[in-house]
Structures are given as structure tokens and as C-alpha cells.
């Protein structure tokens, strides 16, 4: 079997600096503890869009691209370009084995062609709205010359609905256990985590606090996130007459959300669609009991209730608050699995 070297990841967006946790965290949890088990392996990050201010830089002793993209259409054929022209340059150092696409989108478009050139194997994650009938690349790649990765039994389902083709290996993106008092009190009844966004469905947990308001009238709830819908949903929380029960936090580092999800009950999550939902994970082990439609990772446990209605979400909330709360951590998703699952796929191990 041959020992991988080098890998080269392609991604929309990377963090800018070391103190940038909020950009796409999976990932940087997967590098640093990737290089912690597999320190012979070398990665190297092309970044398409974002940062938009910075071009060459180092992230953790891993050499980084941004092709500072800025997400302009206009722009996409130079961006294209100065991929291919990065991967050439690697390929002529004999430095490259893998290319590893995130989305099924640009990244895998171009992935597709450097692989293709340089005879390497291509890999691509699926990461949530990619898979969509509305993604024109689903149409435009050869997706069997790619090895794709599933991020959930969820996603894996949806990619073969719409492409006839099944995935090549279901891993979730893991997260590290976490480490906090258990016995500390949480004064939080519900929190929420995620952009504030249509399809992440947060007018539902407005009207779900307004329901419950009646048999609880000091519900005490936050909001993490920010997107187009904010001042939406600040409106409907006024009308209604919640300013008091709900908090809109914004966007916060994630040790800040983190710490919130240590003094919160349960992650309310009425999203309709998830590729993985990865705020599941972080919240498990974070000791949260979760409510939550079947989307992404969901599998029902005894800290996990999956509803199938507006309903069922809100008398899932509703039976939770009256009840006795175990809040021990529960980490259905190690980050050790995820490693072990991609070196399985890079050729590192057996």
C-alpha cells in the first residue's frame, strides 16, 4: 500500500488566521488532529474564496492558498486558473498524491481536472446544500471518476434520490470530547445554533417560545447566529411579545458557543435540511438534550428527540422542561473515528 505524503485540500473558504474558529470548524478540527496521529502526511490548502485579504500564509505549519475569490462570479475563471497553476507547481515538485475537494461544486470541478491531469485519486466530501437538484456540477461532473464521501445516512440517501449513484463511504466529521463541570447549573432553557437563514427554520422556535410561554412564562432562550432573516425574526419575537424570553446573541466564536451550550438544556434545531449538522455533535458532547427534525446525523437516543411535525417539536420541548435532565456528555461522533476512517481512505492504513 502506498504511504501518502501530501494531500492537497480544495475548499471555498479557509480560516485566516489561527484565532479564526468560526470557518468551517469540521475541517479544522480534521487538520490539526490528522497531523496530531499522521505527522509524516502533509497538507496544503487552496482556499477559492476566502480570506478575501490575504494570499500566501501558514495555518498551523500547513502552507495555505487564498485565491481571494471574494465569491464574484466574475472572478471564477482566474480562480480556476490559479488552482490549476498551484497544482501543477506541487505535482512538479513530486509533492502531491491526493486532491481532496470540499462540496460538490467548483472545488470538485477543478479537483476533477487536476486528478485527470496528474492521474491522482480525487476525493470529495458532500457538505449540506451541494447535495441539491439545483446544483448545476451535479450535472456537469463525471462523479464517477470521484470518490465521494458522505457526511450522514441522511446525505447519503438524498445524493442517490437524485443521482441514481450511491457514495463511496459515509464518515461524519467528528468532535473532540470536551471537558467541563457536569455539576454546573444551566439557567438556559433552549439555545439555538446556526445562520439565521430560511431553510434553518428559527420562525418555528419563535412560535414554539411563544406555545410554551404559557406553561412557562420565565423561558430563558438564545439565539447564535447571524444572516439575512435577523431583523425578521427580531420583529416576530417584538410582536410577540418575547424580547424578554429571547435573547439574539449574533455570531460567536465557538468556545463562546461552547460555553453557552454548558449552561443550556436543549438544542433546538428545527432546520430542514442538514448535510451533517455538526452543532449535534458539539452539543452531545456538551452535555445538551437535543429536538430536532430527521435531518443530518439525527439517530434518536435517550438525549435526542426527533420529531416529525411542528408539534412533535414543540411537545418534545414541552416534556423536556418538565422533566429531570441528565446532562452528561455523550460524544456519538469522535473525532478518533473520523481520522481513522480517512486514513483508511488516503491509503495510510489498512
Not at 79 to 92: I, R
Not at 312 to 331: F, G, P, W, Y
Request: charge should be positive.
Amino acid at each position: 500500500m502506498k504511504k501518502v505524503k501530501h494531500i492537497l485540500i480544495l475548499t471555498p473558504g479557509f480560516p485566516s488566521d489561527e484565532n479564526d474558529s468560526v470557518c468551517i470548524p469540521p475541517l479544522q478540527d480534521f487538520l490539526l488532529h490528522f497531523k496530531e496521529a499522521f505527522p509524516q502526511v502533509q497538507f496544503t490548502i487552496i482556499a477559492f474564496h476566502y480570506p478575501f485579504d490575504k494570499s500566501f500564509y501558514k495555518w498551523h505549519d500547513m502552507f495555505v492558498l487564498s485565491l481571494r475569490g471574494k465569491n464574484l462570479k466574475r472572478d471564477k475563471i482566474f480562480v480556476w486558473d490559479g488552482a490549476l497553476t498551484m497544482a501543477k507547481y506541487l505535482y512538479g515538485q513530486n509533492r502531491l498524491d491526493i486532491v481532496h475537494s470540499l462540496w460538490l461544486g467548483e472545488c470538485a470541478f477543478i479537483g476533477n481536472r487536476i486528478a485527470a491531469k496528474y492521474k491522482i485519486r480525487h476525493i470529495c466530501t458532500l457538505m449540506g446544500q451541494d447535495v441539491s437538484p439545483k446544483n448545476i456540477y451535479l450535472k456537469m461532473l463525471n462523479k464517477r471518476k470521484i470518490e465521494i464521501v458522505a457526511l450522514s445516512e441522511n446525505q447519503s440517501k438524498a445524493f442517490e434520490k437524485i443521482t441514481g449513484r450511491n457514495v463511496d463511504k459515509k464518515i461524519f466529521w467528528g468532535v473532540p470530547a470536551q471537558k467541563y463541570d457536569y455539576s454546573s447549573k444551566r439557567e438556559i432553557d433552549l439555545i439555538g445554533v446556526g445562520s439565521l437563514i430560511p431553510l434553518k427554520n428559527f420562525k418555528l422556535m419563535i412560535k414554539t417560545i411563544k406555545i410554551l410561554k404559557k406553561d412557562f412564562p420565565e423561558i430563558n432562550c438564545k439565539l447564535i447566529g447571524a444572516g439575512n432573516q435577523a431583523n425578521e425574526l427580531k420583529k416576530l419575537c417584538k410582536e410577540n411579545n418575547l424580547e424578554k424570553n429571547i435573547e439574539f446573541l449574533g455570531k460567536q466564536s465557538r468556545d463562546s458557543v461552547f460555553e453557552y451550550m454548558r449552561r443550556s438544556k436543549i438544542l433546538f434545531h428545527p432546520s430542514t435540511f442538514e448535510g451533517s449538522g455538526m452543532v449535534f455533535a458539539e452539543a452531545l458532547a456538551n452535555g445538551m438534550h437535543i429536538v430536532s427534525f430527521n435531518v443530518g446525523y439525527a439517530q434518536k437516543n435517550s438525549n435526542w428527540q426527533i420529531a416529525n411535525s411542528d408539534e412533535e417539536m414543540i411537545s418534545n420541548v414541552k416534556r423536556l422542561l418538565s422533566s429531570a435532565l441528565n446532562h452528561t456528555a455523550q460524544n456519538l461522533f469522535p473525532i478518533e473515528k473520523t481520522i481513522n476512517d480517512y486514513a483508511k481512505l488516503y491509503g495510510l492504513i489498512n
